[in-house]
């Protein structure tokens, strides 16, 4: 699996991954496997909206994170995406607008200044265009994966991870939060 081998990466991001973290108190995590992460500037918005400016601004002083201006062709690119997200069937929201910041971050992710490793996205619908468009791609699950692997957290505290952005408003099914337990040692049966 391609987050086995993740280690001092690139990344280019949207919001949800670190969001993520904020909400799990985990930005350790993106500070151990990221050199940098690159996130569009309309992402600031959304980070203020989630009441998680000043979180990202402290990466953004750090250097961990940094923030890249589209141009203008850039932005064509990223709403031609954006409508190709909102055309998926498993897409919840259909108004193409709602997917620009997924898109401007797959957009990104195809600079080759940048020399990204990887695009952070937990979105399932933003996940199968990048898929569609070879992109490597991984959301915050698999960074926990990762720390799970190199013996960090059990299946269990990655579990109550999970439900703790859950219950912050990020929109991990139970479902999926089994299946990580599972996966990653939790006892089937519980």
Known sequence: MFYRH????????????LISAFQCGQTNLLRRYFRVIHIPQS????????????????LIDEGLVQVQVLTPEECRRAEEIARWIASRPSTRVKEYQHHLPEAEAMVLVERENLDADVILLD??????????????????VAILGKACLEGLFSAEEIRTLLKVCQAAGTRYSNALIEEVYRQYGGDSDE
């Open 43 to 58: 992402e600031l918005d959304e980070f203020q909206r989630h009441n998680a400016a000043e979180e990202i601004e402290q």
């Open 123 to 140: 979105e399932q619908a933003a996940r199968e265009v990048v898929r569609e468009l070879g992109l490597p791609v991984a959301g915050f």
């Open 6 to 17: 993740f280690d001092a990466l690139i990344g280019v991001s949207n919001t949800g991954p």
